[in-house]
């Protein structure tokens, strides 16, 4: 076939201990999943049904325990970190029973939903999307997958973020208000999960403003932490 423009890029992510790379098709977040996230956000955190908003591809750029650069990006005054779990989708589905949702999860990693928080609370108070705000080119670096195949599905496990060695977020996965595979059961209602698909499932209180020059190192037990600096 000729295409009448170039083709996009495909983006990928490492899997540890593997020569093989993941493919990225979706990116779906997760809004609001911590409590004490909703309520700094002046939210009420009681259990309502949970929503999603959607990155693209090229938000997602490949980080490390190996320090990455990530730009900081136009028209916003107030960048933010967000420390999240990732999941890899292996298995598409819709419809998911919850107790079947694990089986279509490939894999775990770190990841951050860095975001123009100005941009997003000024469309929040008007009614309006996020994309601004949220879906922008490397706003989710994301560390190396975890097959569950090898480390299975983890229940408890610490989440943590440092900027330039001073804590700022630290909760546990435990405190999903949706769990992985409620997150996966109920998103397969409204959209056939495909492989490739990437969910962030939500962060934790903590979250604040970097600038040109801080380095965030983010952690999740069992995971490869990232270490992701913003360029000067």
Not at 77 to 106: W, Y
Not at 205 to 211: K, Q, S
Request: with cysteine; charged share 20%.
């Amino acid at each position: 076939m000729k295409y009448a423009v170039p083709v996009a890029p495909i983006y990928t992510l490492a899997i540890a201990g593997s020569d093989e790379a993941f493919p990225v098709n979706r990116v779906y977040c997760v809004g609001r999943n911590y409590a004490a996230h909703a309520r700094e956000m002046g939210k009420d955190p009681e259990r309502e049904a949970p929503f999603f908003f959607m990155k693209p591809a090229c938000a997602v750029v490949q980080a490390s325990e190996t320090p990455i650069e990530i730009p900081y990006p136009p028209m916003t005054a107030n960048f933010h970190h967000e420390i999240e779990l990732v999941v890899t989708i292996g298995k598409g589905g819709k419809d998911i029973p919850l107790e079947q949702a694990l089986t279509h999860v490939h894999g775990y990693a770190v990841g951050l939903d860095m975001t123009r928080r100005d941009l997003q609370l000024d469309a929040r108070d008007k009614g309006r999307p996020w994309e601004f705000g949220k879906s922008f080119t490397q706003s989710a670096p994301i560390g190396p997958i975890h097959t569950a195949a090898k480390i299975g599905h983890p229940a408890s496990a610490t989440i943590s973020l440092t900027v330039n060695g001073q804590h700022r977020q630290s909760s546990d996965i435990t405190k999903l208000i949706w769990s992985v595979a409620e997150s996966i059961a109920y998103l397969s209602r409204y959209e056939t999960l495909e492989p490739g698909d990437v969910i962030m499932t939500g962060t934790p209180e903590g979250v604040g403003a970097v600038v040109a020059g801080d380095v965030m190192h983010g952690h999740i037990d069992g995971l490869t932490d990232i270490i992701v600096r913003v360029a000067k």
